[in-house]
Every structure is written in structure tokens, then in C-alpha cells.
């Protein structure tokens, strides 16, 4: 039984290492709400995704702190469930605010793994010890800094390298990018910066052999999707417009792409993220999984949810130290030869560098029934 006695909210600011530019703006630092929920002894630990601004989809932090204070933990504190699905049903009711679900739904994920002493990756159903990853790479300043930056990281071992584009700034980096490494595994990703009016222009695309084009168009619409994925021949990948299971079926039942970026958080939780994996599969859709820049417990979520079979593409999380100078948690997620190892202690199998977090923390809460 999973008994939630008590909960902590912490937010920690980290500075990037590296500014990371995409259509609609640029990152330099990440503030990372952190939920920890106790329960006999054990405890279970998620990360948010949702940022002050709701630049990506339209949560925001603040609003996502809100009501997992004010209305979530209020209907799991000293309560019992049968296991993390019945948690998540306590909260069904709710509309929308799938990265506030998810917070509390991939803690309570987390804690379970943890009693039942298993790697959350394996209490899922995921069979891989390692995942294999690439790196998404924000706007550069020119044609020569991007191809030095890809340079790099395929000298790593990266999988695969994700441009981020934007109206303006696509075919040039590409085909720079595609002249200098012919055969890499190339992707762009456009955060929904275009419209069908581009179709000649995203169309141009097509002659540098990408696996696939990322979320070019609105981040609700999956129709235009559709209309547009009948003018290109590069596969269309879903991100921001797959918000559940549902979506993903609505989407590939239309064509709306033939590939789907699967964050955890943006469809409410593992429980969901599960379905949209299945979903996908019974399409023969392969499915990848995104990242949203997170620290060391987010990436160690991703990484355990990546076991499952139709993870058949590279994800975005990619190695800890490439983002951050000291991680929120004590253990290494580092990429080796494009390869993620995946924790193997229970749970996530990471542990929270506390005397870090403390020293960095905005906010910290505690909340009881
Ligand atoms: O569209 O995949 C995206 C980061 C923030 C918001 C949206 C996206 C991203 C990334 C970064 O591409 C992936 C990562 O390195 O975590
Ligand atoms: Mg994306």
C-alpha cells in the first residue's frame, strides 16, 4: 500500500551552461520545482517541467505550485492507495494541468519503486539497461558556430543531433550541418513557429534526408498537421500537440506525423506516458523521449520511462554535465558513447544532493495533513 504521510516542495534556480536559444526565446537558467512525498520511511521524489512563462504549453509554475498545494496534496496527505494509478484516479477529476499531475503522479511513481525495492524502469515494464540519446542543440549565432557545435557532440557519441529552427533560420544551418556530417542522424525542431503558409519553405527540407521535422505548427493543432505532413516526405514528429493517449490516436489516426517526442510530464504523468507508448506502438509509430532542460530527477525519470520497447529513436537526455556545473542529485547521468546508462537501485536510483539544494533554494515547504 502506498501511504503518503507528508510532502516537501523545494524550487532551486541552476544556471545553463550553455544559453539555449529556440523560436519563441532563450534559456539561460532553469528554475526546477522539486515535490518529495514520505511514506513509511520511504520517500519519492519528481521534478516540474512547467517554467515561470508559458512560453512551451500553457502551464506555468506558479499556477502549477498552486494547485498541487491547494488542491492536490490536500486529497493524497494521510491517505492510503492501492498503488500510484489509484493516487493519480484521487486526481482525475481535474482538467488540463497534466505537468502539475504529473508532479505529484511521478513522485508518488518514484516512492512505489522504491517500497516494492525495484528500478522504476522496471516496475514499468522496460527491459534496457541503457538508453540511447542525442542531443538538442538551441540556435547559434551562424552556419560555422552550428557546425561546431554539432562537430562536437557527434565527436561524443551523440546518437543523434536536433537543430533547433526557426522562420528564417532552418535550411541554412541544416545544410551546412548536412554538408559538413552526411550520414548523422539529423533532426530539426521548430516549437511551432510556422504555419501551412511555409509548406514551400518546410518542404525545401525534405532533399537533407532528416529522420524527422519536430512540431512545426501550432502547439494545439494536429489538422494542419495532417494537411502538411501530405506535402513532405520527411516524417512529422509531435511534441507540444500530444497531450495523452487520446491525442497520440487522434494524431497518427489522421497522419498528423508518423513519430511522437514523448515527455512525461506534458502528458500528465508515467501511467499516461505508458498509453501514449502503447498507442503509438499499435501505429507502428516509434516514439523518442524529449527533455525540458531537467536536473538530475527529471533526467533520471526520463531515463527509466526510455526502457520501454518502442523507445526505438535516441531522446533528448543527454548528459547531466552538459547542463549544469552541480547537479540537485549525487549520482553522474552521464552518456557514454551516446549510450545513458539507467540507474539500477530502486526507484529513479538517484538520491537528492540535499546540502546543494539547500544552498540554492528559493522556497522550501513542507505540508502535512
Ligand atoms: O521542444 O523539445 C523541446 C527544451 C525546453 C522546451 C522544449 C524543448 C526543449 C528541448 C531541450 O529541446 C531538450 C533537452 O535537452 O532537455
Ligand atoms: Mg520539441
Known amino acids: 500500500m502506498l501511504r503518503i504521510e507528508a510532502a516537501e516542495i523545494m524550487i532551486v534556480r541552476l544556471p545553463l551552461k550553455f544559453r539555449f536559444e529556440t523560436s519563441f526565446g532563450v534559456q539561460t537558467a532553469r528554475t526546477v520545482p522539486l515535490l518529495v512525498l514520505h511514506g513509511d520511511g520511504v520517500q519519492g521524489v519528481s521534478e516540474g ?3 515561470v512563462a508559458p512560453m512551451y504549453r500553457e502551464e506555468t509554475l506558479a499556477g502549477a505550485l498552486d494547485l498541487v ?3 492536490f496534496l490536500p486529497r493524497i496527505l494521510g491517505k492510503t492507495f492501492a498503488n500510484p494509478e489509484e493516487l493519480n484516479d484521487a486526481l482525475g477529476a481535474f482538467r488540463g494541468n497534466r505537468m502539475a499531475r504529473a508532479m505529484v503522479e511521478m513522485a508518488a511513481w518514484d516512492l512505489w519503486a522504491r517500497m516494492l525495492n525495484v528500478p522504476l524502469g522496471t516496475l514499468l515494464g522496460g527491459r534496457k539497461t541503457e538508453v540511447e540519446v542525442g542531443v538538442s542543440l538551441g540556435i547559434q549565432a551562424d552556419e560555422a558556430a552550428t557546425v561546431d557545435a554539432v562537430r562536437r557532440h ?3 557519441g551523440y546518437r543523434r543531433i536536433k ?3 526557426k522562420p528564417g533560420w532552418d535550411e541554412a544551418p541544416v545544410r551546412a550541418t548536412r554538408e559538413a556530417f552526411p550520414d548523422i542522424r539529423l533532426t530539426v525542431d521548430a ?4 504555419t501551412l503558409a511555409d509548406s514551400v519553405r518546410l518542404r525545401a527540407l525534405d532533399q537533407y534526408k532528416m529522420t524527422y521535422i519536430e512540431q512545426p505548427l501550432a502547439w494545439d493543432d494536429l489538422i494542419d498537421h495532417a494537411t502538411l505532413q501530405t506535402r513532405l516526405q520527411t ?3 509531435l511534441d507540444e500537440s500530444i497531450a495523452s493517449a487520446a ?3 487522434k494524431a497518427l489516426a489522421i497522419g498528423a506525423g508518423g513519430v511522437i517526442n514523448l515527455k512525461v510530464a506534458r502528458v500528465g504523468g508515467l501511467a499516461e506516458a505508458r ?3 502503447d498507442v503509438a506502438q499499435a501505429f507502428g509509430a516509434p516514439v523518442w523521449c524529449g527533455g525540458m532542460l531537467e536536473g538530475g530527477v527529471g533526467r533520471a525519470h526520463n531515463i527509466h520511462l526510455s526502457t520501454l520497447p518502442n523507445f526505438t529513436l535516441p531522446g533528448d537526455t543527454s548528459s547531466a554535465s552538459r547542463y549544469w556545473e552541480t547537479d540537485i542529485i549525487n549520482e553522474p547521468l552521464e552518456a557514454v558513447d551516446g549510450l545513458m546508462p539507467v540507474p539500477q537501485e530502486p526507484g529513479i536510483g538517484v538520491t537528492l544532493n540535499r546540502d546543494f539544494i539547500e544552498s540554492v533554494a528559493e522556497l522550501t515547504e513542507e505540508h502535512r495533513s
Not at 191 to 194: E, H, I, K, V
Open 235 to 237: 516524417p512529422l514528429c
Open 154 to 156: 557527434v565527436e561524443q
Open 191 to 194: 516549437n511551432s513557429a510556422y
Open 275 to 277: 498509453r501514449v507508448h
Open 69 to 71: 498545494r491547494n488542491v
Open 49 to 51: 517541467t512547467m517554467e
Open 247 to 249: 491525442d497520440a490516436r
Open 163 to 165: 537543430l533547433k529552427i
